[in-house]
Structure formats: C-alpha cells, structure tokens
C-alpha cells in the first residue's frame, strides 16, 4: 500500500448536501485523492447503468441520509447492484437528529454481499431536511465538532488502510443482514409526503434562478416553476437551496410539529466505529 494520496472511489445520495460535506472532511483526514464520483443525488446517475470506474481506487466511501430509518430506495437499488471486486469501504450514514436506525445495517449488509470489505462506519448528524425557521432541527449541523469527528474517521480509516493484513474485516453476512435486506426489499418507497407539503412557489418572491431545477433529485420541478406531485420525494432540496424564499413547503400537522420540536430537543453525537 502506497503511503502517499490513497485513491479513492465515493457514491453518494445527498439532496441537501450534509453527506457530501461529511464525505468531503473524511476525505481530507484519509488524506486521499478522489479519482472516481458517483453522485446518486443525480437522477441521470442513479439511472445508468454501473460502470467499473472504481476499479483503480484503493478505498470506496459510501454515503447517503436515513429516509424513515431506512435508505432511499432508489438509491438502494443502485448500490446493491455493484460487485465491489473484493475492495475496502466506509459506509457513512447522516441523519437529522432522530435516529438512523436501520439505514446503517442496511448499507453494511449491502455491502457484505456485493463482496466488499467493510473498513468502517460512520453515522453523523445533520441538519434536518425539515428543519426551518421556525422549526429549527439540528440547525447547521454537521457543525465543527462533527467535521472533526469526520476528519479524525478519516485518519483512522486511513491507518487501518495502511495496515489491512491486522485490521479485522466484517465480511460475513449474518441473519440479521439477510433479514434486513429482505425487510428493505419490501418496503415501500419512503418520502416526507405525509410528514411535509409538497413545495411550491411563491411566483411574487422567484427570481427565476432555476437552482430549484438543478437541484431536484427527481427533476420534477418544471421551468413555470410547477411540481409534479406523484414525482417529488419531499427532500426539501429545492426549499434549502432557494435564495428568496420562494419555495415553501409546512408541516402537515401538528403532530409532526411536535415532532420535530422534540427531536430537535436532543442532541446526538456523531460516531465512528
Ligand atoms: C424523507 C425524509 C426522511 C427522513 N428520515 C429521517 C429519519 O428517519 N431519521 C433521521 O434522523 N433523519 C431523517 N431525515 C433527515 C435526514 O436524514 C438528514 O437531514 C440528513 O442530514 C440529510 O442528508 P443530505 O443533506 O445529505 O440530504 C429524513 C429526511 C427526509 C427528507
Ligand atoms: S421538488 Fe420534491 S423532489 Fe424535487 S427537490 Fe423539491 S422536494 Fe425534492
Ligand atoms: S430557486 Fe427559488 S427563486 Fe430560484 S427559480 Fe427556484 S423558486 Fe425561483
């Protein structure tokens, strides 16, 4: 293993761009050198079919947000089409506040059956999709200390890359991987549609910038500014990213109200492991 830039390979799904951001810090601690992106956010992406680009790296960085404990299916289906030829990989999983619950099985049972080494793991907080001005939802995280955090995963990830014959790898794939697969398989598409309004346009505040638009994962937004309903997954992409406050979208109830007020009321710490 070379001790300079160790090459690296990432896939990420990141609509409001925390997991990129935390990708972006591990990558610095490893102290490598991106010679392959897959960005899944991109709907032209997810689409394609996989390519073996990744075939030079020395390390693959995978990441993507928890979407209802679990990962975005569309995102899912694409990586667990990949054989990943024997090589090293981190999983990192955002999510806001809540809980990521199954999503990082998930990734690492993927993982072990599309015959990668699974180096290590990371689940970070972000900002919450859904958190706003007046509901602010782990507002600004990943914060200082969680790019820290990220940047010394990166170190570790980087030394145990460097000593990969004493390094233990996690590669059998247990019941529970099997069971979560199966579980992941199944269940239906996740989006905030019952959580959140689908976004729409304030014609008064837009000043026709079309960042929206390129935003969009699912390119459902189209240039009169309307959304297509069945389309929009309620990732709040086109929302964050809208200079003028033009794109809105509310909670639907009180109770997610609630709800996001008590999540925002802990205050979890991001780890690696
Ligand atoms: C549809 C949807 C479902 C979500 N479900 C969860 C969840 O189950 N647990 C949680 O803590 N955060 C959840 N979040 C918040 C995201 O995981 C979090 O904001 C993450 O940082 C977003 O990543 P990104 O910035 O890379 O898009 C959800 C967000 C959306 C849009
Ligand atoms: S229109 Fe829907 S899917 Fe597209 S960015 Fe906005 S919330 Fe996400
Ligand atoms: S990002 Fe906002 S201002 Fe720009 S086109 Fe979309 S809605 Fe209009």
Not at 167 to 192: Q, R
Not at 204 to 210: A, D, G, V
């Amino acid at each position: 293993m070379p001790t300079d830039k160790i090459k690296l390979a990432t896939f990420y799904f990141s609509p409001t761009g925390t997991t990129k951001k935390v990708i972006d810090y591990i990558v610095k601690g490893i102290e490598g050198d991106i010679i392959c992106t897959t960005d899944l956010t991109k709907r032209y992406n997810r689409e394609k079919t996989p390519d073996e680009s990744f075939a030079d790296a020395a390390l693959i960085i995978i990441g993507a947000p928890a979407y209802g404990g679990f990962l975005y299916k569309e995102f899912r289906n694409y990586i667990k089409n990949l054989d990943f030829q024997g090589k090293c990989i981190i999983a990192v999983i955002l999510y806001g506040n809540a809980s990521p619950v199954f999503a990082t099985r998930e990734m690492i049972s993927i993982i072990k059956k599309g015959n990668g080494k699974l180096l290590g793991y990371g689940e970070f907080v972000g900002e919450h999709s859904y958190s706003g001005k007046d509901i602010p939802v782990a507002k600004g995280r990943p914060d200082n200390d969680d790019l820290q955090k990220a940047i010394q995963f990166g170190r570790s990830v980087r030394d145990r890359l460097l000593n990969t014959e004493i390094w233990h790898f996690y590669n059998k794939v247990s019941v529970f991987d099997k069971i979560i697969n199966f579980v992941a398989d199944k269940k239906p598409v996740h989006t905030g549609k019952r959580m959140f309004t689908i976004p729409h346009t304030d014609n008064e505040k837009c000043i026709r910038c079309f960042k929206c638009i390129k935003v969009c994962p699912k390119n459902c937004i189209s240039t009169d500014m309307t959304t297509d309903k069945n389309e929009c997954i309620v990732c709040m992409a086109c929302v964050k990213i809208c200079p003028t406050g033009a794109r809105e979208a509310y909670p639907k109830n009180i109770i997610f109200k609630l709800g996001l007020h008590s999540i925002n009321k802990r205050k979890h710490e991001s780890r690696f492991f």
